[in-house]
């Protein structure tokens, strides 16, 4: 596990918007990918989004394409989720996970996020 800070999720209504960020601490994470995980009850962790070690070629999960953003800043050692349109589908704890580029096996996990999408 790493130091990776994750704040941003609530309850929110469909429809709407989060923004979820994920905070590097103790070392930086340049050269790593950076994605986002997400497990809903009774589920298996499913991937959500990632971008590149040099913030640029973003890809999604099909389920969240259209509707969600990822960016990272690298200077800042930051990674954000901008959720949009949200469903109650996307209900489940977000993680934000960095893989080194160059050695895969080399993962840190953030502490997982609560979103709730509930009418």
């Known amino acids: 596990q790493g130091n990776l800070i994750v704040s941003g999720g609530g309850i929110v209504q469909p429809g709407g918007s989060l923004r979820l960020s994920c905070q590097a601490s103790g070392r930086h994470f340049s050269g790593y990918e950076m994605d986002w995980f997400r497990q809903a009850p009774g589920k298996e962790r499913e991937f959500v989004a990632g971008?590149?070690?040099?913030?640029?070629?973003?890809y999604y999960a099909d389920s969240v394409k259209g509707r969600f953003i990822i960016s990272r800043d690298v200077a800042k050692n930051t990674v954000d989720l901008q959720m949009n349109n949200l469903k109650p589908g996307d209900t489940a704890v977000y993680y934000c996970?960095?893989?080194?580029?160059?050695?895969?096996?080399?993962?840190?996990w953030g502490q997982g996020t609560q979103v709730i999408v509930s009418s």
């Open positions: 996970v960095a893989t080194d580029t160059i050695r895969t096996d080399n993962q840190y």
């Open positions: 971008v590149s070690w040099n913030g640029r070629n973003p």
